[in-house]
């Protein structure tokens, strides 16, 4: 058989959350990154960054999709061969919209296929929780569509959810970046049984609302206390924004991932409407904005 020397591994956004469902739940949109990883007859890496915000990637060891790929080989317990990576970006980093997971899947997934797959998908995945610290981003990026997953005694449980069909999301993204990390840090280490029971209900409101398409149940099932309301004061303009979206007709939104891109859910008479208004709302604060009503991603990280 002859043996692969280059792979193109596409690996699809992901907004994690969804209101209620902090680290546990994440959807895969169609905003894509593509790492092509070449064996090289160097001795040294090379790392080459097209796209957007293509000049605050680092190009040196220190690069996400490149430890990710020595991680996988270290795995294996062989050392990772001198490789080009070729890296052209369509998500907009450190927005809230798993840019990182694109990284870690990218390297994972390129380096087993150059390793003649000897990690199965779901210890790929594994790897890849390990990595993130959180499976709400690589679980769907890998897997595509709406995944919630759990650990479990035995490992990850992860579920594929339904999503009506009616439903379109929106993704307003400010040109202003929010790191994982120092919105993570704003974050209470406890919660008091109230909140939690408030998250439980609304996150099976949620589930039903994604289901069925249920604008009521869809409202009331993006309502959160465990992260959101202590976020929201890091995103200028936040309230804003979502009066603007609701006023639009969106059925509620939620900050994507650890933000600060806001998501709205809305289905498709009020898509453009609820567009603009988010766009605008931040304009008024001085804040450009890209905002765009995109796709339910299904197919997940795709190599060719
Ligand atoms: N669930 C994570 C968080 C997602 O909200 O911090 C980060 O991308």
Redesign the pocket.
Known sequence: MMKTTSVTVTVPATT??LGPG??CIGVALSLYNRLKFSLADTTTIKIIVTGKEASKISTDKSNLAYQAFVKLYEHINKNPPPVLIEIDLGIPLAR?L?SSATAIIGGLVGANQLAGNPLSETEVMNLAIAMEG?P??VVPALLGGCRLTASTSSGWAVCDLPLHPDIVPVVAIPDFELS?EA??QVLPKEFSRADAVFNCAHFGILLRGLETGNGDWLKAGMQDKI?QPYRKSLIKGYEEVRLAAVNAGAYEIAIS??GPTLLALTNSPTTSTVAKAMADAWKNQGITTEVQAVKIDLRGTVCN
Request: hydrophobic fraction near 25%; glycine fraction near 20%.
């Open positions: 994690a959350n902090f680290d809230g798993g959180h709400d981003n994982t919105a993570r992260h991932g650890a």
